[in-house]
């Protein structure tokens, strides 16, 4: 008897991004606010989206400095 496999397509990330920034625009339209309080929304995102991309690279770089650590021991 054969086993079957999934398969899954992962979507390009171009893609991705058409369709996230097409998703954006639809609820700002949606939103019925005007620009100016939808750029002052925008701006507080990206500044949360800023500082939780520093504390990432912060955690992967402390991992990663720890990993080496342990890899120095054991040699």
Not at 42 to 68: F, G, P, R, V
């Amino acid at each position: 008897m054969e086993r079957k496999t999934e398969q899954t397509v992962e979507k390009p990330l171009g893609l991705l991004k058409q369709e996230f920034i097409e998703g954006v625009v639809q609820q700002i339209n949606n939103s019925q606010l005007p620009l100016l309080v939808v750029e002052y929304i925008l701006k507080d995102i990206l500044q949360e989206l800023n500082q939780t991309i520093i504390q990432q690279d912060s955690a992967e770089i402390s991992k990663y400095e720890a990993e080496l650590a342990t890899l120095n021991k054991v040699e």
